[in-house]
């Protein structure tokens, strides 16, 4: 059995409480993957249960996740969210994707109407830091990406996530349709500018009158999005499949019971009433964002980094360890919370709730998973805090270690000499800097090369260098354990 809009399901399992045909394809969503599916969709599933609103989604993959489309297709569009806690598992089906679009199978033309329509008012993407063809280093168009070389010179045939919004402009353009918002909900900081930034400049270089009026006409929110969302696994889906009472579903999610969504309010066609199931609305998200990516995302990428360098499989056994936890509480509110912006916010309690959530058992959050795409990741994560550091003379011990893990990790071999599969999609660079160059010193100075994620400053101070040296070194001496046990005085 699969899940279908008759679907005989336990009671527990709420279902679409309205009628699906009155809900509008009113946003298209870039990125059918899992964080989409367990965050802006539920809020949007909320809307229409508890408030009437018939704002729905049209979803749509470019590359991969050709089989969750048509899975979700031969379910009438329906999945189901597992929110999931120690205490155990509850479910819900969510009903407001009304059209669902694979690139590679639905082609160009179907996809770019979709995106044409004129009830679309936002445009919103989880495409991961990646997809946007930027560096993240400076948050400008990777212009040389052969996927922006290649809509450069095709742009009416786009290969990447930029080119097709550009391309669907263009038709809204000349069809004297109203521009719909670009709305990034990828952990970048100011992602509302880079997604800006990336569009203007490919606009500039494919069409001078395109490229004004996208600076005119087309808002660019930003947002902060906050789930823990771990990567579905086969324990994950029968555990799910029990919970629908033997139904399987193969589009289904699981992810934490939390939920955050802080939006920058500028949609000038419109927007859902988020605020009504607990969004918030500001008028600038940067230092929220920056809160989650330093304090949350930072002290995640060095438990997994760290962590699976120590033997660790998931957050939460990284949790089990002491000196982790202290090590996490510190990276957090030593070295992380003096360089944010963000006022009347209590930072010790985030800090607290954050690690609450990290020992949550039921969620197996892979270390693994949290690990890739660290060349996108990082300088967001730590090289910001560290550079406030430097500027201020002041300690970064945790976030140097968490470069080192870095650049362990990316070595490709663990603690016991077994490979580690490196996901990232600068990985033959990496797998070249490191074939190229001695362990140990000079394994840092030919990473510290990649100036699109260290920027063109940071290997020329000597305190940076010798600081990521040191940890590095401490790690081949004594292994990650160790080395973050020594980070604090008992």
Known sequence: MTLSSNSL????????????????????????????????????????????SDWGYCVISMHNGRQKIADLQQQNLLYTVAEMDNDGWHGQVIGVVRQALHLQVDRLEAVLEAMAQPEVAIVSLTISEKGYCYQPASGQLLAEHPDIQHDIAHPLHPQSAPGLILAALRRRRERGLPAFAVMSCDNMPANGQVTRNVLSQLAQRQDAELATWVEQQVAFPSTMVDRIVPAVTVETRQHIEALLGGIADPVAVACEPFRQWVIEDNFPQGRPAWEKTGAELVSDVLPYEEMKLRMLNGSHSFLAYLGYLAGYTHISDCMQDEGFVNAARHLMLAEQAPTLQVHDLNLTQYADSLLARYRNAALKHRTWQIAMDGTQKLPQRMLDAIRWHLAHGSDFSCLALGVAGWMRYVGGKDEQ???????????????????????????????????????????????????????????LAQGAKESVARLLPV
């Open 417 to 475: 000499g077994r490979t580690i599969e490196i996901s990232d999609p600068l990985s033959e660079r990496l797998a070249d800097l490191v074939g190229n160059s001695r362990e140990g010193p000079q394994r840092v100075l030919a990473l510290l090369q990649l100036d699109t994620v260290f920027g063109r400053d940071l290997p020329t101070l000597q305190r940076f260098v010798d600081a990521v040296t040191d940890a590095y070194l401490a790690l």
């Open 9 to 52: 399901l336990p009671t527990a399992v709420a279902q679409p409480g309205y009628s699906r045909e009155r809900i509008k394809p009113r946003i298209v969503h870039l990125g059918f993957g899992a964080f989409f599916r367990a965050h802006q969709a539920v809020y949007a599933e909320k809307l229409a249960n508890e408030h009437a």
